[in-house]
């Protein structure tokens, strides 16, 4: 799953180009705050589960990844609301991430099963 490790590397880093076009404000720079680390732990997190130690630890690191791109989607999506700022790039920001979502819930959903199925063959 190297491919995914570069998405998520990738996706970090447009977000952050993303935020550094937002308007230097208060109320921007809270929302842009949030982004900028949900978006950066989905890949620092993703890495971490690849040297997970089990395959609960594996699970468990998965389920930050999901929570973290979950979070992103939001915040990508109040910029939607909000922002004049390039809705094209966001909303290709915002589709990415809904795909990177679905790939860790269906990674999840695997580990799990597969979890269950060597546990039940002891």
């Given at each position: 799953m190297s491919d995914?490790?570069?998405r998520t590397k990738t996706f970090a880093i447009l977000c952050w180009k993303l935020c550094a076009k937002f308007p230097k404000s208060r109320e921007y720079s809270n929302y842009?705050?949030?982004l900028l680390r949900s978006s950066s732990s989905v890949g620092a997190n993703y890495r971490a589960s690849q040297r997970a130690k089990s395959k609960a630890d594996f699970i468990n690191k998965l389920k930050i990844v999901e929570e973290e791109i979950d979070e992103s989607v939001y915040w990508l999506e109040i910029f939607l609301e909000i922002s004049d700022v390039n809705h094209i790039e966001l909303k290709e920001l915002h589709k990415e991430a809904t795909e990177?979502?679905?790939i860790i819930v269906a990674s999840i959903n695997t580990a799990r099963k597969n979890q269950k199925s060597k546990n039940s063959n002891l």
């Amino acid at each position: 799953m190297s491919d995914l490790k570069l998405r998520t590397k990738t996706f970090a880093i447009l977000c952050w180009k993303l935020c550094a076009k937002f308007p230097k404000s208060r109320e921007y720079s809270n929302y842009v705050n949030q982004l900028l680390r949900s978006s950066s732990s989905v890949g620092a997190n993703y890495r971490a589960s690849q040297r997970a130690k089990s395959k609960a630890d594996f699970i468990n690191k998965l389920k930050i990844v999901e929570e973290e791109i979950d979070e992103s989607v939001y915040w990508l999506e109040i910029f939607l609301e909000i922002s004049d700022v390039n809705h094209i790039e966001l909303k290709e920001l915002h589709k990415e991430a809904t795909e990177i979502l679905a790939i860790i819930v269906a990674s999840i959903n695997t580990a799990r099963k597969n979890q269950k199925s060597k546990n039940s063959n002891l």
